[in-house]
């Protein structure tokens, strides 16, 4: 039996074996403790999780986040999300084929009203945002609920298997992301005024200021004094055609499927989308020895961090900017993409195709903050605060530090004088900014040390590891900010830390004193990929910053130890002239790609946009011109747009992009109205309202 | 000075829209006038989409009768599916009180020739499987009865409106009646206005307002019932279901769900102590209170999933039963109001008949039955209708 789990992986260690016994379709498998259903099937590489009732399309994992309906299986004969249903032994699954069958079971079930819990404060979302803010709330003696529909506390931190950008001090930046999580989770356990709520997503919020909690498995109703959203972001998607084959799916949805679940996904990955989320995504595919064949951009440069972007060039994935996928193809699942060049009105340009044999695209083109919840709160007039990227998208060291600001601010709110530094208000911004422009480098060296680091972060971004490890103090930024540029500004030990901690991998370390001939320099590189791939002694091509050639080299020693905190350092012997060129080394040539064709008007038209509902491009644009419309209530009426499981999470905004390219971009359109509950809830939670 | 339009209708609802169409099929240059930014986007999509002629009021069994025989052929005479699903209407009874209330009303139901019947439990049960069977005495079916989209059929009655040439004006709320004696010179909105030789006052929450801008006043007072939807199932519950008892939670009146042709069970409960107004959020109170009557009744739908929650409001009229027919003291003014949460089921029966009112001068149905719905009779008699 394949199986495509990670043994193997340079930062995560892998998970306790497979030891529950589960059933897909009649055959028998075995899953990890706790481990999704979604995870446990693709780890056997099954990747077709139901077919839709109205056309039999096949369907699976898309979101991996509990917010779409793609994963959904028949559960011991109930329909469950596959995504956040964890395997238990002897669990019978099977994929649902069309509608399912209601149960005849005519037991009367036991049935008590449900008492009101009340709180001071009701956290929704335990990632960065809300631990941070619960961890400030929680030393005051308030009454804490913090509530996740997740399994563990943590967010997307778990997945974040990256150093952390932003500031050593604030944030813990250098550190790895899920390590920061594993720490805030600590700290937030600890806190005896704090319930901690997992696998209990938030559906609602109403009129009489109640929010509705799926407490596990019973629906609970609490009241809080005071509500505080941070349930983070959802991933924004594309439409185009064959976007709704199984293997399509969200980069965040992949890095939970092979960070956190440790699951192979996929052999060969496609990535669209070149910020922060789509750059990683690939650097974590090759980490979990995942063949990249590129990337592209619709913009005509990549919108993420400048190092990420160069990070996998040197790995040799070919990155196309100003270009976009045309369509996804294949019987059943994903089997190839095309991608083609586009010009400044984002239109194809016949010609430029080509065609690429994948089995995943992930599709990462940007998050919306999950702000649902928020939104109703405000409506209804009930005490609400937002923080994280259910406020403002942006990094995680972002959304800590604007957890502990809110929390500190809704401490005010009890009548505690606690002071709120304009430095943290400072420091959010800087974090939460885009970033900023990218200057010329410039290698300084100022006490000519034979041996120096070469720091190629050239882009303003917040970030200042390099600048605290540094046992001298003589990395600092060229204004003193975090944004600004960090330079050698004074002598060198040589100790390689800056090597170990950047998180943009943008440091390597140059020792001219290696070879006294002056002939050879060793240059210390940063490796994060998975051991085994190079070897002492072993002759590389070495490549620059931008993964361009420069020569050849030898690797002398790989050197790896506690405080370098998982992160290898490769010792490579180059020609002395080439020293401050080279920044890694070139593992795999590039491969030309086939042509492809072009997507025709019927390929674009049979584009699913509802997913849920099975919904086409050609159906809503012809709806609207046909109708006139201007009303996302009257698609809704007409074709069921927005209508499924997913309640229009996934398209509302793409049969916006819709409206305004059939209407003109400054039509007016009625916003789709939204009601509870923001996921679907089992009829049997509201039955018994269990303990008080 | 020439008129815009024969007929302004406000109000693209339920029963605005359905007028509007059968004024255009008889020749007539209509004008339907709404607030919202599309049809049915009032109360309409709020309904359940039950529709039946087995009500007690002659009146309402004449209205639906004709709704029905509209609904249910509209898929061959218009060739759009509007999500028409037959199956009737059962009503399972657990108390001798409400037996009697039932029985006693078959007779007059079986004068108007509707097909309905007192059937034992067992027969209940086939109709309704699962159906919990202690202390079930037995019940109603009635066959004829049935269920449609209330989204698929507004949008069809639309389009079809549109191709008859009704010209629809949305986001235009109603500000005023220019009144030229007895009679309406023009409506103003809060984009124009419009001349027409008749109007029509089909704006369902909102129709005492109109009535008051032509100097007259009828009392339709709103009061709101939550309802929701599940995610779909296979086939397996053919009638819509009607529990008239009231619930042991003490909040409750009847409560009602049928599964819908495309899978979802759709349900809603009539509370105990009507919530006037028009507030249409949604409220923490209705979910476990609904699922936990569900339940009881049929134990097997706790393997159903919740989808979604909203409310709607009933326009009521103080007894219960719509107000149609000529306006009183104003000459070119016609009402289609107080529909009483029924709004849907009667709208295209109500349409037809006001309809042919003004442009024939005499609805189709009796003529002294439709009196019974008139503005003119005395509107504070009391509730009147038992199963409203």
């Known amino acids: 039996m394949t199986d495509n789990r990670i043994t193997k992986h340079p930062i995560l260690t892998p998970n306790t074996e497979a030891t529950v016994n589960f059933k897909f379709n009649g055959k028998s498998y075995k899953a990890r403790p706790g481990e999704p259903v979604s995870s446990a099937m693709m780890a056997y590489g099954i990747i077709v999780f139901n077919t839709h009732h109205k056309d039999g399309a096949p369907q699976g994992i898309f979101c991996a986040n509990g917010q779409c309906a793609q994963c959904l299986v028949l559960v011991n004969g109930r329909p469950k999300k596959a995504c956040i249903t964890p395997v238990e032994e002897g669990m019978d699954v099977r994929s649902l084929e069309g509608l399912p069958e209601l149960p005849a079971d005519d037991e009367l079930p036991e049935m008590k009203e449900a008492p009101v819990t009340k709180t001071d404060v009701l956290i929704v979302g335990a990632g960065p945002a809300g631990m941070a803010a619960a961890t400030e709330l929680a030393v005051a003696g308030l009454s804490i609920i913090i509530a996740d529909d997740k399994q563990e506390l943590g967010g997307k931190l778990g997945l974040q298997t990256h150093n952390f950008f932003g500031s050593v001090r604030d944030c813990n930046a250098g550190m790895r992301g899920m390590d920061i999580g594993t720490l805030m989770a600590q700290e937030l356990e600890e806190l005896e005024n704090v319930s901690v709520w997992l696998g209990s997503p938030v559906v609602g919020v109403f009129v009489d200021g109640m929010v509705g909690v799926l407490k596990g498995d019973k629906y609970v109703l609490v009241k809080p004094k005071h509500l505080l959203i941070t349930a983070g972001a959802r991933e924004k998607t594309l439409a185009f055609p064959g976007c709704d084959l199984p293997g399509v799916y969200g980069g965040g949805a992949f890095q939970t499927l092979v960070n956190r679940d440790m699951v192979k996904a996929s052999n060969r990955l496609f990535i669209v989308g070149g910020g922060n989320v789509g750059l990683i995504a690939a650097y974590h595919a090759m980490q979990a020895g995942i063949e990249v064949l590129g990337l592209v951009e619709a913009l005509p440069k990549c919108g993420g961090y400048k190092v990420h972007l160069d990070k996998i060039k040197r790995l040799g994935i070919p990155v196309w900017t100003s270009h976009t996928a045309l369509k996804a193809e294949g019987n059943g699942k994903l089997e190839k993409v095309t991608i083609a060049q586009i010009d400044n009105t984002f239109t194809p340009i016949p010609g430029t195709e080509r065609t690429f044999d994948v089995d995943t695209l992930l599709v990462a083109v940007g998050l919306a903050p999950v702000n649902e919840l928020l939104l109703k709160a405000r409506e209804f007039g009930m005490s609400v605060y937002a923080a994280g990227d259910a406020d403002v998208i942006a990094e995680a060291s972002a959304a800590i530090f604007s957890g502990h600001i809110t929390g500190r601010k809704m401490l005010r709110e009890f009548g505690h004088e606690v002071e709120i530094p304009q ?209 996302f209530n009257a698609l809704k009426a007409g074709l069921r747009v927005g209508m499924g499981p997913c309640g229009g999470k996934t398209c509302t905004e793409l049969v916006m992009r819709i409206f305004r390219q059939v209407k003109g971009k400054d039509a007016k359109v009625e916003a789709h109205v939204e009601r509870p509950f923001t996921q679907e809830v089992p009829l049997s939670a509201f039955l018994d309202g269990g303990e008080e | 000075m020439a008129n815009d339009y024969d007929v302004i209708v406000i109000g693209a609802g339920s029963v605005g829209v359905p007028t509007a169409y059968f004024l255009a099929k008889d020749g007539l240059k209509v004008l339907c006038i709404d607030g919202n930014a ?66 006693d009303m078959l007779p007059i139901q079986k004068r108007f020739g509707l097909n309905i019947d007192w059937i034992g439990p067992k027969e209940i049960a086939q109709a309704v499987p699962g159906i919990n069977m202690a202390g079930l005495r037995g019940g109603t079916l009635s066959p004829e009865d049935g269920q449609v989209s209330p989204l698929m059929a507004m949008e069809s009655f639309t389009q079809e409106a549109r191709k008859l040439g009704v010209e629809f004006r949305f986001r235009e709320k109603v500000t005023g009646l220019k009144m030229d004696g ?55 519950l053919p009638p819509l279901v009607v529990d008239i008892r009231k619930g042991p939670e003490g909040m409750t009146k009847n409560f009602y769900f049928g599964q819908v042709e495309s899978g979802q069970i759709i349900f809603c409960y009539t509370p105990l102590a009507p919530i006037l107004g028009t507030d249409r959020r949604e409220t923490s109170e209705f979910m476990p209170i609904i699922a936990r009557r569900l339940v009881g009744l049929i134990p097997r739908l706790k393997g159903l999933t919740i989808r979604r929650l909203w409310r709607g409001l009933y326009p009521m009229t103080p007894d219960g039963v719509p107000v149609i027919g000529k306006a009183p003291g104003v000459d070119n003014m016609y009402l289609g109001i107080g529909m009483c949460g029924q709004g849907f089921m009667m709208g295209p029966g109500v349409g037809y008949n006001l309809a042919a009112h003004i442009t024939k001068g005499k609805p189709t149905m009796d003529a002294e039955i439709y009196e019974l719905l008139s503005p003119k009779r005395n509107l504070g008699r009391g509730k009147a209708e038992r199963l409203a």
């Open chain 1, 423 to 631: 430095e943290w208000y400072d420091i959010l911004d800087m974090l939460r900014a885009k970033p900023g422009p990218t200057h010329e480098l410039e290698i300084k060296n100022p006490r000519k040390s034979n041996v120096y680091p070469v720091i190629r972060c050239t882009q303003e971004i917040p970030c200042n590891p390099c600048t605290a490890v540094c046992p001298r103090d003589s990395i600092r930024t060229n204004n003193g900010k975090m944004t600004g540029i960090p330079q050698l500004w004074s002598d060198c030990i040589g100790c390689t830390r800056c090597v170990a901690i950047c998180p943009g991998l943008a440091i390597t370390l140059v020792d001219r004193s290696y070879d006294p001939t002056g002939k050879k320099a060793l240059v210390t590189l940063p490796w994060e990929l998975p051991v085994g791939i190079i070897k002492p002694s072993q002759s590389v091509r070495t490549v620059g910053f931008e993964g361009e050639a420069i020569g050849d080299g030898k690797v002398i020693a790989i050197r790896s130890s506690g405080w370098q905190n998982r992160r290898q350092l490769l010792l490579v012997e180059v020609p002395a002239e080439q020293a401050e060129k080279v920044a890694g080394i070139g593992l795999f040539p590039l491969k030309e790609p086939a042509h492809g064709k072009p997507a025709t008007q019927e390929d674009d038209d049979n584009t699913i946009v509802c997913r849920c509902e099975r919904v086409t491009k050609g159906d809503i644009i012809r709806y609207i011109k046909e109708h006139d419309c201007t009303d």
């Open chain 2, 38 to 103: 599309s049809s049915g986007q009032g109360q309409n999509k709020a309904a359940i989409g039950g529709v039946r002629a087995t009500h007690s009021d002659p009146a309402k069994i004449t209205i639906c009768k004709k709704s029905l025989e509209l609904f249910s052929t509209w898929k061959e005479n218009v060739g759009t599916d509007i999500g028409w699903k037959p199956g009737g209407y059962c009503f399972p009874i657990y108390t001798e009180g409400d037996e009697k209330t039932m029985k």
């Open chain 2, 182 to 236: 007895n009679a309406v010179k023009s409506v103003q909105t809060s984009a124009g206005a419009y001349s027409a030789a008749k109007i029509v006052n089909a704006a369902g929450a909102d129709a005492t307002a109109i009535c008051e801008m032509a100097g007259f006043n009828i009392p339709v007072i709103p009061d709101s019932h939550e309802a929701g939807i599940t995610s779909p199932v296979r086939a397996f």
